[in-house]
Nanobody, 125 residues
């Protein structure tokens, strides 16, 4: 059974850091691109970052570039989202999702077929 399980969310002060994990099971995760998406309160879900199947290509939303980093450990079937210099506007539910089997990636949600349940990130003093 295909599963994507996010973890690592929580409450952090502005300027702080968090590392989210996306544990994949039930499929050969290293064959697929993986994306991180987020949904702020009262807003639509948006793509934040993605990483290609082999991990050689990444893409970041402009508002997180330089602060967030995506990486993957295919031996552990896990994709990570390192978030630094967090801002209150980063607050929301963070989801990981399985994308296409490509050597590139996109944060276009329409390209993603399977989603985790999400983990809450709250940035507040």
């Amino acid at each position: 059974q295909l599963q994507l399980v996010e973890s690592g969310g929580g409450l952090v002060q502005p300027g702080g850091s968090l590392r989210l994990s996306c544990a994949a099971s039930g499929f050969t995760s290293d064959l697929y691109s993986i994306g991180w998406f987020r949904q702020a309160p009262g807003k639509e879900r948006e793509g934040a970052l993605c990483i290609s199947a082999g991990g050689h290509f990444t893409y970041e939303l402009g508002s997180v570039k330089g602060r967030f980093t995506i990486s993957r450990n295919n031996a552990e079937n896990t994709v990570y989202l390192q978030m630094n210099s967090l801002k209150p506007e980063d607050t929301g539910i963070y989801y990981c999702a399985r994308g296409p089997r490509t050597t590139w990636c996109t944060i276009d949600q329409g390209e993603y077929t399977d989603w985790g349940q999400g983990t809450q990130v709250t940035v507040s003093s």
